[in-house]
């Protein structure tokens, strides 16, 4: 069998993975895989761990969250400079979880994510598919594109993000988001941006949140793209109108059930390319990260099937 690279964060989940490390390394040694440990100490480790690791292995395994997965994807598209990248294995202990609701057999609305034991069982095994991944571009021409495997959003969404960060440490999975909700409804902006999608005329409007997702599910258990393809080649895109706190209290239980997509207030789209742009600078979550705390344009493109993953 090949040697795998596995870079664990331990502090992903608010401490699950530091829990359940001596297990899962562990159950790796006793499943036969062949493998190294590096550990992350800073933000953006994995990316750079990542990067070097295809180089030298044959696969890399993500130990936490989203944001763990999130780095990792962005180092292995940065070593294969956008092209098929090595395989990604994911060992879900974050708070979210987000994206591994994707690998196969698909994680049904309202259920639980495989855990870590069925991921050792995965990778051992090693069989692996192209999934699609998004490419995000700012405003500064020359610098370096970012990526997303699961999602990402302007406005409401990107305000949560920033404030789960403040949200306390007893709180985890969706009591953690929902505090982070609770916290952004007391104080929220409503961008005026333009939209394009594809080569079809832009719009303008105001907008809650306008999300762009590759996977199906946001935030632990909010099913934004219900019916999102992780394979299609295709990006989800739904606009919401610019709505007061009522309205968005009574659209949360809809997300949280994937009823929501025939609102009146939104808008659904499938789309190779999105341009958001706007007068003022606004925020940009993605897969739980803030890439872009600030800008005023924004390119959002997806990769046809580069990212190899271990299902």
């Not at 696969?59 to 395989?87: F, K, M, Q, Y």
């Not at 104080?187 to 997702?213: A, G, H, L, N």
């Not at 994937?258 to 993605?286: Q, W, Y």
Request: contains cysteine; hydrophobic residues 40%.
């Amino acid at each position: 069998m090949s040697r795998y690279l596995v870079i664990y964060n331990p502090i992903a989940g608010r401490g699950r993975v530091q829990k359940h490390w001596p297990e899962v390394e562990q159950g790796l040694i006793e499943a036969g895989v062949e493998f190294d440990v590096a550990k992350t100490s800073a933000p953006l480790d994995a990316v750079s761990l990542a990067e070097k690791a295809s180089e030298k292995y044959s696969a890399v395994i993500a130990v936490g969250g989203d944001g763990t997965v999130h780095e990792v994807v962005n180092g292995l598209l940065r070593a294969s400079s956008e092209g098929e990248t090595i395989p990604l294995g994911v060992i879900p202990l974050g708070n979210g979880d987000d994206f591994a609701k994707v690998i196969p057999p698909e994680t049904q609305i309202g259920g639980k994510v495989f855990d870590w034991r069925v991921a050792v069982d995965k990778i051992a095994k090693g069989q692996a598919k192209l999934f699609d991944v998004g490419r995000l571009t700012g405003e500064q021409s020359g610098e370096d594109p970012q990526y997303f495997m699961n999602g990402m959003d302007i406005g409401f969404g990107a305000q949560a993000a920033l404030n789960f960060t403040t949200v306390p440490s007893f709180l985890t999975g969706m009591a953690a988001y929902l505090a982070a909700i609770m916290k952004t409804l007391i104080d929220y902006r409503i961008p005026k941006v333009k939209i394009q999608i594809d080569d079809q005329p832009p719009f303008e409007q105001s907008t809650t949140m306008t999300v762009v997702t590759n996977g199906r599910c946001f935030g632990s258990g909010f099913w934004v793209c219900p019916d999102a393809q992780v394979d299609d080649g295709l990006l989800n895109v739904m606009v919401a109108d610019g709505i007061g706190r009522v309205q968005i209290l009574g659209l949360i239980p809809k997300i949280m059930k994937g009823t929501h997509v025939n609102e009146p207030i939104l808008k659904n789209f499938l789309a190779k390319r999105v341009v958001i742009s706007a007068d003022e600078p606004f925020a940009v979550e993605a897969d739980g990260e803030v890439p872009y705390p600030q800008t005023t344009r924004l390119e959002v493109q997806v990769l046809e099937r580069k990212l190899r993953v271990i299902i």
